[in-house]
């Protein structure tokens, strides 16, 4: 995507991935999983394609993302979760 929006690629990885995320008053495991909760919340559910892997590579068990996902559910919305666990199930290898 740089080559036909890099001020939006630059923006994501310096600010978001860089400066966000480095941030020393959250974990990367926390942020994580506030990021996971949040793109399942607000249906993002593409979103989770990269977020959920990174999670994983964070310290988030495969166990711990399906709960978050089943908590928001509550909240959220039944489709949102039943998408977002589809969505897990697929990354999981299941």
Avoid: C
């Avoid at 923006?11 to 020393?24: E, K, M, N």
């Avoid at 999983?33 to 919340?41: A, N, P």
């Amino acid at each position: 995507m740089g080559d036909f929006a890099p001020t939006f690629v630059a923006l994501t990885d310096d600010v978001l991935f860089g400066q966000v995320w480095s941030r020393p008053e959250l974990s990367l495991r926390d942020r994580s999983l506030i990021t996971i909760s949040s793109l399942v919340s607000a249906g993002n559910i593409e979103q989770l394609e990269g977020h959920i892997p990174r999670g994983l590579e964070n310290g988030l068990s495969e166990d711990e993302i399906v709960e978050a996902i089943t908590h928001v559910a509550f909240y959220a919305g039944w489709p949102r979760a039943v998408s977002a666990l589809v969505l897990a199930k697929r990354l999981f290898g299941g």
